[in-house]
């Protein structure tokens, strides 16, 4: 009966290690270009420098995406943004180590204004890239 216990108490937890193993998944694959974290159909219209980090607008026929992209790895902040109209920025900031984004807007027949950060060093578009 002891030994059947022992088995028991071994399959309970063998089955919460795994249960705990199939919840939090793994890590989500890292981009490795601007292209790659927006989607192999989206080709870059324009960009702008940060210093140690360019910010990248890309579009593919209906959806324009943001993704600011660090030179090298590194733990500094880095932000990308969009907005079509006015209306509010869709953003993604953080303390990420290769790039920020994508942040993803459909704005056909609108004008935008998209830009990034790098540590201090921001840009922000005017509105432009309309239609």
Known sequence: MRRL???????????????????TGSPAMAASTPIGA????????????????TVY?????STNCVVTWKDSPNSTYVNAVIRAGGWAWVA???????YAGPVKLSAKGQCIQWGGNYGSTQYTSP?????
């Open 38 to 53: 927006c989607g192999s159909s989206y080709h870059v219209i324009d960009q702008h420098d940060l210093g140690k980090a």
């Open 92 to 98: 993604d900031p953080g303390n990420y180590s290769t």
């Open 5 to 23: 216990k022992q088995g028991a108490a071994l399959a309970v937890a063998t089955v919460a290690a795994l249960a705990g193993t199939l919840a």
């Open 57 to 61: 607008l890309l579009y593919n026929g």
């Open 127 to 131: 509105s432009e890239h309309c239609g």
